[in-house]
């Protein structure tokens, strides 16, 4: 293998590694913005739109982990105690794991799906924002699918259409159709969706807000 292959064959790993470091970055980042919003009761909604949130699943589960990160942070302050210095990393490590937890529970809470005069915002936490506007969509209706195994988030059916899930604790009750295949920005990159598929804790309002915008 030439030397030119090898620089090749590092450049797309170089690429995915950096990805990963930036996705991580905006992750940390977002979650303190996530905290801010929840303290100030400042969640991410558009003006003039309602918000319609999807962490009844999976809240008490993060609660749960918030706890125990607490928990956990306490009791290996008093075992390594005699040690300062192993004990002031500890602590740090332990803070920063409390943090990143209430960011993702908050980055949950503070980013809602919404839909408004502009049109509809799919979101999945902080790292999932997608704007629609009205003349891309096409329908919405409720529409159950719950899944156990862990399958993947994009789909493609026997006519081609690609379908992004936006899964909570393996189910959706929500169907989006576009009008045609439009691009979307995902944590991974660009994908082009014809469907959406998501979960909203209340359903019902998600499409009586709909019908009040597009009839």
């Known amino acids: 293998m030439t030397a030119t292959a090898v620089a090749r064959g590092r450049r797309p790993l170089a690429r995915r590694v950096g990805r990963l470091l930036r996705r991580a970055l905006m992750m940390e980042l977002h979650g303190y913005q996530s905290i801010y919003r929840f ?3 400042r969640p991410r909604v558009p003006t003039g739109a309602a918000a319609f949130g999807y962490h009844q699943p999976v809240l008490a589960i993060l609660i749960v982990f918030v706890v125990i990160s607490a928990v956990e942070l306490v009791v290996v302050d008093i075992i390594v105690r005699p040690w300062p210095v192993v004990r002031v990393s ?3 490590l332990g803070l920063w794991g ?13 980013r809602p799906h919404s839909v408004g005069p502009d049109g509809i915002r799919v979101r999945s936490g902080t ?7 009205w003349t891309v969509v096409y329908s919405v209706a409720r529409r159950r699918l719950t899944v156990q195994d862990r399958q ?7 006519n081609g259409e690609v379908t992004l899930h936006l899964r909570i604790q393996h189910e959706t009750n929500l169907e989006l159709r576009l009008e045609q295949p439009t691009d979307v920005q995902l944590p991974h990159g660009t994908e082009t969706v014809s469907k959406i598929n ?7 309002g998600f499409l009586a807000e709909v019908r009040r915008h597009i009839g």
Not at 98 to 110: A, H, S
Not at 127 to 133: K, Q, S, V
């Open 90 to 92: 500890f602590i740090v």
């Open 198 to 204: 998501l979960y909203a804790d209340d359903p019902k």
């Open 152 to 158: 993947p988030k994009l789909s493609t059916d026997d």
């Open 127 to 133: 790292e999932t924002d997608i704007a629609l506007p």
């Open 98 to 110: 409390l943090v990143f937890m209430l960011g993702l529970l908050f980055g949950i809470l503070t």
């Open 39 to 41: 303290v100030f009761r």
